[in-house]
């Protein structure tokens, strides 16, 4: 893991590779960079970044309450590694601030993948209100939709033990800024590549919300992974990574 300091803040970063095209992978609410690990491994040479948001995994600093503040943080991520034109990669909440860059710093980046996230991203209010009062057993319950059919009982300890380590403040703030978002009448504006992956059995984004995204961007392709939920790509890697790599000149290793 490297580190790299913006303003002053820590952020944690696996990185790879040094090639083009690169390639920058955004973890959803109460997650790390851990998530796309086995893409990370499976794609080849290119420049491949995936980094851990502020007050997630080993970064530092605080959790924001916004999408469009994860996404300012993203843009001076993408300065200080002097990433050419990434495709970004984002997974739920990921994804939310992936739209969002594309809408407000579109000519700066070369490609969108939407991985289980939508252009609205409403929250269950019992989530928000348990998160008030118990902490765990509202991670247990999130974790509860979180995880398909294929996830095994290794990854859903690994999930748990993650989100209950960055503390009900990032979760909430993660969760308030999913509850805010919503480009569902922007994303006619969005003028890159895109293709956007959904696991059949997503629960949390099911896959409406993609099929919504497909229509309303131009362009669009969509991937569905059967047997998958809301982590399609933990629990389907070898999928979720060749559908990356058919979007790109990449090929899995
Ligand atoms: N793409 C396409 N359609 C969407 C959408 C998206 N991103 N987000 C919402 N919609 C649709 C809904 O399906 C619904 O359609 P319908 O009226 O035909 O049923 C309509 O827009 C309104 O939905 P919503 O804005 O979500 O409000 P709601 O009061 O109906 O439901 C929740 C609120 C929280 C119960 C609901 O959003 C939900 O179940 N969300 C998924 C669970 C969750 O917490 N996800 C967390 C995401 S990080």
Redesign the pocket.
Known sequence: MSKVTIGKEEISCLQKGGGKPSWLFLH??GGTHRHWGKQIQGLGNATLASLDLPGHGRSKGKGRQSIEGYADLVVEFIDALALESPTVIGH??GGAIALDLALRHGERLGGLVLVGT????????S?LEGLRGEYESTVDLLCG?VYGPSANEEMVRLGREEMLAIGPEVLTGD?LA??RFDV?DRLGEVRLPTLVICGEED????L??S???VDHIQGARLVTIPEAGHMVMLEKPQETTEAIARFSPLTPS
Do not use: E, I
Request: charged residues 15%; glycine residues 8%.
């Open positions: 959803g609410a739920s909440m939508g252009a609205r991203l409403r929250v269950m209010p989530l939709y969760l999913c509850d569902m629960q949390l984004t099911p409406k919300y099929q919504f995204l």
